[in-house]
């Protein structure tokens, strides 16, 4: 077997899910080439069994066990074990259907792209989905233009589980650990930051992210909701180019966020320092500047956030602003 993609799977007590998620990727079409890098992040249940069991069973399928460090961590072990000169992530709760990475491989290969991205599609608890981007195809070659579209919020997006990476650029980056949410955003920045080249063909959405009760993006609100804008002030803080601009402005929308999860979810009273200052710095920013960086959700939303945060908040779902 010639492994050609390496795809990584941390796992946190998922039991329920193994079956599903594992299952879905040893009916790939493209798996006699793959190697799927499970981490268990020290399960406390059966969960590291099932999975000792699976990977006995399939040969391409590698058990790897961590001392609950955190999915960060997690992922930096797969990528430390992951043999192939390409490498995916999955997650264990998802799905992805039978050609999701050979579509991938196969767009990478027509334009040898060190990042290659693909669409998913959001399945919620009533039934329903909605795919996360529009379909279209765009090519990058030009670092500057691809750290632009991924501060402004366009096409590129913040998820590592609808990219394949090659692993030449992804030496020396590690998903940053101590964070709940937005590791991925800051690992996605780090890579583009290496890449001469992106291709995306939105027009596949093979892959389906379950949106969960209690997944780390749907809970009450606590201070993990921070996590994104610590890591986009980070980037701010890090970013020495001509784009420093967009990096603030990319920093302002995660504060929009954040704003948003403490209205959604109960969080202003215990936060209200924060929530007072968060909006100055919204009403602080340059309109002009917004419209000419951010793309049209982001844009929206800012301005409603700066005119009245239960406004922003009655309309959200109808635009789809975020």
Request: charged share 25%; glycine share 4%; proline share 2%.
């Amino acid at each position: 077997m010639e492994c050609k993609l390496s795809v990584i799977v941390p796992v946190y007590n998922k039991e329920q899910y193994i079956d599903s998620g594992l299952s879905s990727l040893l009916h790939q079409t493209l798996i006699n080439n793959m190697e799927i890098v499970i981490v268990d992040d020290g399960s406390n249940n059966k969960t590291g069994d099932r999975l000792r069991n699976f990977c006995q069973k399939h040969s391409n399928f590698k058990y790897y066990y961590e001392t609950n460090k955190g999915v960060s961590a997690a992922r930096n072990l797969g990528l430390q074990m992951a043999n192939a000169e390409l490498i995916g992530f999955f997650d264990i709760d998802d799905y992805v259907e039978p050609k999701y990475y050979q579509n991938l491989m196969d767009n990478q290969k027509i334009y040898n792209s060190d990042i290659t991205v693909s669409d998913f599609s959001m399945y919620f608890n009533d039934g329903s989905f909605k795919k996360h981007r529009p379909s279209m195809k765009k090519y990058w070659n030009n670092r500057n233009m691809m750290l632009k579209d991924f501060f402004s919020g366009n096409y590129i997006g913040n998820n590592v589980v609808d990219k394949i990476f090659k692993k030449s650029i992804l030496t020396n980056i590690k998903f940053p650990k101590g964070y709940a949410v937005g590791e991925d955003m800051y690992f996605v920045y780090k890579a583009i930051q290496k890449s001469q080249n992106m291709y995306l063909d939105s027009s596949l959405s093979g892959y389906h992210y379950i949106i969960r009760e209690k997944s780390a993006m749907t809970s009450k609100f606590s201070t993990k909701f921070y996590d994104p804008v610590k890591l986009s002030q980070r980037m701010v803080d890090d970013y020495k180019g001509s784009l420093k601009e967009y990096a603030y402005m990319h920093l302002i929308h995660e504060k929009c966020k954040l704003l948003e999860n403490m209205l959604k979810n109960n969080g202003i009273k215990e936060n209200k320092k924060i929530y007072k200052q968060y909006r100055k710095d919204i009403k602080k920013i340059n309109v002009i500047s917004a419209f000419k960086i951010l793309n049209i959700k982001q844009f929206s939303g800012l301005i409603l956030m700066s005119m009245s945060p239960h406004l922003y908040m009655k309309i959200h779902d109808l635009m789809k602003i975020g």
